[in-house]
């Protein structure tokens, strides 16, 4: 059993930035999958960002205005969110997998997660 507790959302004006933090009860983050999702209002989740070990993916969406890192002594993955749209408001999840990279696209797919935190609220406004 992994918990995860998110914070650093807020609201701020297009263009600005935000980071969120995503702390686990594990002390092997980087020795299984972590990703951050997001649900906007009437959208379905949608995968953002992964990192197992060196390897980071983006979807296309976020590329080159996100950076997913890790924080391997406070058990802690970020999520740096530059140039942020106001398309990019939404509830933030993040979440853990296997001690796998995923083939492919998988990361993206909520199914290949199994912890998940409560959520953060991110609102970019124009």
């Known amino acids: 059993q992994v918990q995860l507790v998110e914070s650093g959302g807020g609201s701020v004006q297009a263009g600005g930035s935000l980071r969120l933090s995503c702390t686990a009860s594990?002390?092997?983050?980087?020795?299984?999958?972590m990703g951050w999702f997001r649900r906007a209002p009437g959208k379905g989740r949608e995968g953002v960002a992964a990192?197992?070990?060196?390897?980071?993916s983006y979807a296309d969406s976020v590329k080159g205005r996100f950076t997913i890192s890790q924080d391997l002594a406070k058990s802690t993955v970020h999520l740096l969110m530059n140039s942020l749209e106001p398309e990019d408001t939404a509830v933030y999840y993040c979440?853990?997998?296997?001690?796998?990279?995923?083939?492919?696209?998988?990361?993206?797919?909520?199914?290949?997660?199994?912890?998940w935190g409560q959520g953060t609220q991110v609102t970019v406004s124009s």
């Open positions: 979440a853990t997998g296997p001690p796998v990279w995923p083939d492919g696209g998988r990361w993206l797919r909520a199914d290949q997660y199994n912890f």
């Open positions: 594990t002390y092997t983050i980087n020795t299984i999958l």
């Open positions: 990192i197992y070990r060196t390897n980071t």
